[in-house]
C-alpha cells in the first residue's frame, strides 16, 4: 500500500475506536441525568443508587473517550496537511466552538458534579449533570456540522490563489441540511447503545445475583429497554430524512449503497445481492418494489440515479477519473447498519416480554447480554464507514479529492511507524478500559447509598474526606 492508503487505514483505525466511546457518552450521561431527575422528583433511593452506578460508568467512559479523541488531531497535521490547510478556514470556526463552548461546558460540570455530591444543594447538583448533557450535545452538534461541510460544503468561497476554502457564512455552516438530519439520528442511535449496555448490565446483575438489588435492577432493566426501542423508532424516521438528502447532495452514494447501475424510476431496493467480485454486476437479488424511490425521493416512483450516469456525469463535471466508491464495502455496510441495529431493538423488545409482571428473565438470557450493547454499537460503526468511505474518491464532496489532502512529506513508512504505535497504544487501553467498566459492573450498587446532594457534613466533619466521588 501506498501512502495514500495507509494514511487511510490509520484514520479509520483511530477513528472507529474513538467512536467506540462516544455513543456511550452522549447517552449515558443524558439517561444518569434522568436517573437522577427521578430521584429528585420522587426520592426513591433506588433512582439515586441507579444514577451513581451508571454514573461511574459513564465517566470511565468519557475519560477514555477524551484520551482516544486527543489522537484524531495529531493526524491532521502528520498525515492530513494539505487537508488541513484547505479546510482550516472553515473547521476553524465550528471546532473552536466545540472546544471553547462545548467541552468547556462538559469538563466544568463534570468536576463539580463528581465531587459536589455532599457539598452542593440537591437541584444545584442536578443542574450541573444536565449541564454536561447540554455540553455533549453541543459538542456533537459542531463536530457533526464540520463532517457534515464535508459532505455538502456550504457557506464558503474557494481562495485559488490560497488554494483553500474559506468561510462566508458560519451560519450557513451550522444549519447545513445534511447536520440538521444528521444530528437527529447519530443522537438516537447513541441511545440505542446507552439504553442498550443499561438494560445489559441490569440484566446481567439479574441473571446472576438474582436476590441482590433485584427492584432496582429490573427498573434499570426497563428503562433501558424503552429507551432502546424508542431510540430504534427515532432512528428509523431521522434515518428516512437522512436518506431523502443524502439522495438530493451525493445521488452517488445512495447510488453505491443500492449497488445500482442504471438509471430507475421507480427504484427497488434489494434486501439481498449477489453480485461479482468487483461489484459492477448483479447476479441474484432480492428487491421491494418502490422502496427505493421512496427512500431517496419521498415518492413509489421516484427516479433513483445510477453509477453509470453518474459517472458520466461527474467527468463532465470534474474531468475524467473514477468518482464511485467501494460499492460493495458501502453496499454490504449500508445493509449491516440496518440489520445489526434492528436486531438490538428486536432483543430490547423480548427482554421487556420476558420480564413482564414481575417475571424473573429466563437463565437462558445470559445470552443476550454481550450482544445487547454491542449490536447498536457495531450498527453504528458500520454507518459512519458507509458515510464517509462512500463520500470516496472526495474528501470534500466536489471539492477536494483524497488523494491531494495526504501531507506531501509523508512517507509509507512514517504512516506504518505511528500506525503500528497508534495501534499498540489503543490495545493497551482498550485493557484498562474493559477491566475498569467490568469492575465496576460487578461491584454492582455498593457504595451507592452514600449521602445525597445537600447533606452536607457539619464543621466536625470537615476534615474527612469526600463520602462519594469517583
Known sequence: MDTLDLARWQFAVTTVYHFFFVPVTISLVAITAGLQT?????????????????????????????????????QFGMNWSDYS??????????????????FFLESTFIGLWMFGWDRLPKLVHLGCIWMVVLGTQ????????????MQNPVGFRYNAERGRAELTDLWAVLTNKVVLVTYPHTIFAAFMVGGAFVAAVALWHLLRRPTVDREVFRTALKIGAVIVLAASAGVAISGDQQGKVMTEVQPMKMAAAEALYETEK?????????????????????????????????HLDGEVKGINSLQQAYETLYGPGSYSPNVPLAYWTFRLMIGVGMASGAIALWLLWATRKGRAPAKWLIWAVAPLPLLPLVANCFGWIFTETGRQPWLVFGLLPTASGVSPGTTAGEVITSLVGFTILYGVLAVVEVKLMLRTIRGGLAGTDTPAP??????????EPLSFAY
Do not use: C, H
Request: proline share 4%.
Open 38 to 74: 427521578a430521584w429528585y422528583r420522587t426520592g426513591k433511593e433506588k433512582y439515586l443508587r441507579l444514577t451513581k452506578f451508571y454514573g461511574k460508568l459513564f465517566l470511565i467512559n468519557i475519560a477514555m473517550g477524551v484520551v482516544t479523541g486527543l489522537v484524531q488531531e495529531f
Open 85 to 102: 490547510r484547505f479546510v482550516g478556514d472553515v473547521f476553524g470556526a465550528p471546532l473552536a466552538l466545540e472546544g471553547l463552548l462545548a
Open 138 to 149: 453541543l459538542s456533537a452538534y459542531f463536530i457533526l456540522a464540520a463532517n457534515s461541510w
Open 266 to 298: 421507480p427504484a427497488s431496493f434489494s434486501v439481498f445481492t449477489i453480485g461479482t467480485l468487483d461489484g459492477s454486476k448483479e447476479i441474484f437479488s432480492i428487491k421491494v418494489p418502490y422502496l427505493l424511490s421512496f427512500l431517496g425521493t419521498g
Open 454 to 463: 445537600g447533606s452536607a457534613p457539619d464543621d466536625s466533619e470537615s476534615a
